[in-house]
């Protein structure tokens, strides 16, 4: 209330509440040293204001700063707050907020002087409130509104890869997000996860499956003009924070009722049984784009909207590292080819090489059909980040129960996962293999024994080393494809585009692979002599071709589709997703039928295209067509091109879906 005549401020003792990302706002005008600046939500007895960490003050405080943490400020400064700064959602929504002014912390003008206040040193008279969430489960998400704020609590089945978008149409500043899926055991459907990197590289760049996931101050994104309960997900926020496996001990959540719960629940969980559904990096098509094409043009600016099929070899030359855009084009679905997988991995299954870690081989030659297929009893889970979440030790009697149930076959697990350790793996548990599929009709026994014995690699790869099946192609595309003035192929589907099994062996190399590679050559700190080729797709046994022909008959692209289904999990790719998509649809759902035909007529068995699928093609022959292309560039020369939508157009100003 004095602030604006007075110069000189009593000390100040309050507690974290919210954290915002770092920000960087330097410019090639501006010389700063150190143009970096930080928000802390901080609060007394009193209530909660904001407190900004400026320039060379950040890389010294921001990482010793803490939600939770106590703070004693001495001579600081007092400012008008800037109006649009974002807000966080508190815990506690009696708090009084004073959004007009803001606490500075600056080297100068004044040297402002903080220090930590160790946390069994603070005492109760000083009144500083507690730090409070406001954790949902999944089976509460459906009922939440747009934009709600929330905390989340889950265990990792599906983690993407780290990719890039530009802040603006052709600026040069990008967002680092990943994917990834979480669940709780309240509901079949996980957490649907959208985590923008938030100054916490050590957090985002080790995510995995099967590790406990808590993100703070996310946010609802749904779009209510469709299906509601297949757009919901989560975002992060600027002051979203994230923790997983070694961060999670001392944090103020771990007293929180609903993450108890969630411990508890993983108690009763198998090990084999979550490790069946777990996938990381490859393609994530998510979210979907909308069912109707003006609905997609409210979310993007309507003069870039549409590109010519003759500009995608300069949007793709545009791309940058990991930079990943969604691109409309206008064209006539002309030509369709099935492309099946390599057969590296039978070939490599004839001769195998010598192996640093021979368990894993020796685990999986000893499996047979019947090892797959049959259910066995699920243990109980003990491991030390539920020790460190509830902040309690087991007694030697609790240690002997857990330590007894070791049969061969987990002995045997324990040597194939030998590489984790403590520090870096949450989830120690100890239990036998077994499939259990929920949706039982969905894939038979058979399908499941085809994908355990297929082997390590299910990559498709050009159309030189694939194997090429029934192709279908219009009788203008027979008319024309020798006469193009332009023919772009761009149809390739590389190893780093494939969802891949996830391995613990491994882990290290997998996560590497599916984060940005260092601009500077850094040392590998694992050991492995293992391709990412070689890991088990997640999805298909192959791919489809599909050419577009400019509506001017003189241009045309080869693109791909990915037919993704996971038979183990069929959350993670939702054939349904797409089924007004009618070609799309028949693509998706014809894979997961070959991928049982393949486990009966054998690996190199042709699957010509359905009738369904040339049916919906001849549907479209000759018709103008909008195809929503997703663009990532991989790096070196490699830039995926996936078919994500065809929407058709009926009238000059109406385009209605497929």
């Known amino acids: 209330m004095t602030w604006r005549s007075r110069v000189h401020f009593q000390p100040l003792l309050v507690r974290v509440l919210h954290k915002s990302r770092l920000r960087y706002y330097g410019k090639p005008d501006k010389k700063l040293d150190m143009p970096y600046q930080a928000y802390f939500e901080v609060a007394d007895g009193s209530g909660m204001m904001s407190m900004v960490l400026w320039n060379s003050l950040c890389p010294e405080w921001y990482n010793s700063m803490k939600v939770g943490t106590v703070l004693l400020l001495e001579q600081y400064a007092i400012k008008t707050s800037y109006p649009f700064k974002t807000q966080p959602t508190p815990g506690d929504s009696q708090m009084k907020r004073f959004a007009t002014i803001e606490i500075s912390l600056n080297v100068r003008d004044p040297p402002t002087k903080i220090s930590i206040i160790p946390e069994e040193m603070v005492k109760p008279e000083w009144g500083l409130p507690e730090v409070k969430y406001r954790f949902i489960t999944r089976s509460e998400l459906d009922d939440l509104p747009n934009n709600h704020s929330c905390d989340v609590i889950g265990l990792v089945t599906f983690v993407g890869r780290a990719e890039r978008a530009r802040k603006r149409e052709h600026g040069e500043d990008f967002w680092l997000y990943r994917w990834a899926h979480a669940i709780d055991g309240t509901s079949d459907q996980p957490f649907i996860l959208e985590l923008f990197a938030t100054s916490q590289p050590d957090v985002f760049e080790h995510i995995h499956p099967m590790t406990y996931l808590v993100c703070t101050q996310m946010r609802v994104v749904r779009d209510i003009t469709e299906n509601p309960s297949r757009t919901i997900y989560l975002t992060t926020s600027n002051e979203s924070q994230m923790f997983i ?5 001392g944090q103020p959540y771990t007293k929180d009722a609903k993450v108890k719960n969630f411990i508890q629940w993983t108690k009763t969980q198998s090990e084999a049984d979550q490790m069946k559904k777990t996938v990381i990096g490859g393609y994530y098509p998510f979210p979907r ?51 099946r997988c390599s057969n590296a991995a039978e070939d490599a299954s004839r001769v195998e090489p010598a192996q640093k870690d021979t368990s894993q081989s020796v685990e999986s030659s000893a499996m047979s059909k019947e090892d797959c297929v049959r259910k066995r009893k699920t243990r109980n889970l003990q491991n030390k980040e539920v020790k460190s979440l509830l902040g309690g030790h087991c007694s030697p009697g609790e240690q002997h129960q857990h330590q007894a149930p070791l049969t061969k076959s987990s002995v045997k697990r324990k040597i194939t996962h030998g590489l984790r350790t403590d520090t870096e793996h949450l989830n120690e548990f100890q239990h036998e293999d077994f499939v259990q599929d929920k949706n039982g009709q969905a894939v038979s026994e058979s399908l499941q024994y085809c994908a355990d014995q297929e082997g390590m690699s299910d990559i498709p790869e050009t159309e030189e080393t694939g194997r090429t099946c029934d192709s279908w192609q219009s009788d203008l595309w027979a008319q024309v494809k020798d006469k193009l003035m332009k023919y772009l192929h761009h149809s390739t589907v590389f190893p780093e585009s494939i969802p891949r099994k996830f391995d613990y062996v491994h882990k290290d190399l997998l996560m590497q692979q599916y984060n940005l590679h260092a601009a500077v050559h850094q040392p590998k700190e694992y050991r492995s002599d293992k391709n990412i080729s070689e890991f088990k797709s997640a999805s298909g046994l192959g791919y489809y071709e599909v050419t577009v022909l400019g509506i001017n008959h003189d241009v045309a692209i080869d693109v791909a589709f990915l037919p993704l289904f996971c038979p183990e999990d069929t959350h993670l790719f939702r054939i349904e997703d797409i089924q007004n998509d009618k070609l799309l649809s028949c693509m998706s759902c014809i894979s997961a039928c070959q991928q049982k035909a393949s486990s009966n007529g054998g690996i190199h068995d042709m699957f010509p295209l359905s009738s369904e699928i040339v049916k919906a093609a001849m549907d479209l022959d000759g018709k103008h067509v909008v195809c929503i292309l997703d663009v990532c560039h991989l790096g070196d020369d490699k830039v995926e091109v996936f078919l994500s939508k065809i929407y058709k157009t009926v009238e000059p100003d109406v385009l209605d879906p497929v």
């Open 245 to 249: 496996t070694g961060w999670h001990k």
């Open 289 to 339: 784009p909308p069912n109707n094409f003006l609905r997609y043009c409210k979310n993007n600016k309507v003069e870039s909207i549409l590109k010519a099929i003759g500009e995608m070899g300069r949007e793709i030359e545009d791309l940058h590292y990991r930079e990943h855009k969604r691109i409309a084009i206008q064209g006539i679905i002309s030509a369709i080819r099935y492309i």
